[in-house]
Nanobody
Framework: QVQLVESGGGLVQAGGSLRLSCAASGRTFSSHNMGWFRQAPGKEREFVAAISWNGGSTYYADSVKGRFTISRTNAKNTVYLQMNSLKPEDTAVYYC??????????????????WGQGTQVTVSS
């Protein structure tokens, strides 16, 4: 069973940057595709980015493409989300999760599991 812990959230001004980290426990992390999602108050959880088990393929929501970068370091059991040019609409709780089934790039929430507890990102205007 993989357990995930997110960190790196905080308060930042519009145009600023943050890097989120997701640390995974367990010895099978390197075999899992991973994803980042976010949930704003009153809204459904939405796909942000995903990365294949070896980092060879990445996928992004249109809303973050060109601003966010997902990466991973399997030796450290960690997946990252570098967020640049942040906007107030990026404000949300950000979660990482393990991809369980389906097409990774489709970013379907129910295809992911082992959710972390989330980390709050707040972007002020």
């Amino acid at each position: 069973q993989v357990q995930l812990v997110e960190s790196g959230g905080g308060l930042v001004q519009a145009g600023g940057s943050l890097r989120l980290s997701c640390a995974a426990s367990g010895r099978t992390f390197s075999s899992h595709n991973m994803g980042w999602f976010r949930q704003a108050p009153g809204k459904e959880r939405e796909f942000v980015a995903a990365i294949s088990w070896n980092g060879g393929s990445t996928y992004y929501a249109d809303s973050v493409k060109g601003r966010f970068t997902i990466s991973r370091t399997n030796a450290k059991n960690t997946v990252y989300l570098q967020m640049n040019s942040l906007k107030p609409e990026d404000t949300a709780v950000y979660y990482c999760a393990r991809h369980l089934e389906g097409q990774l790039g489709a970013g379907i929430t129910r295809d992911f599991g082992s959710w972390g507890q989330g980390t709050q990102v707040t972007v002020s205007s």
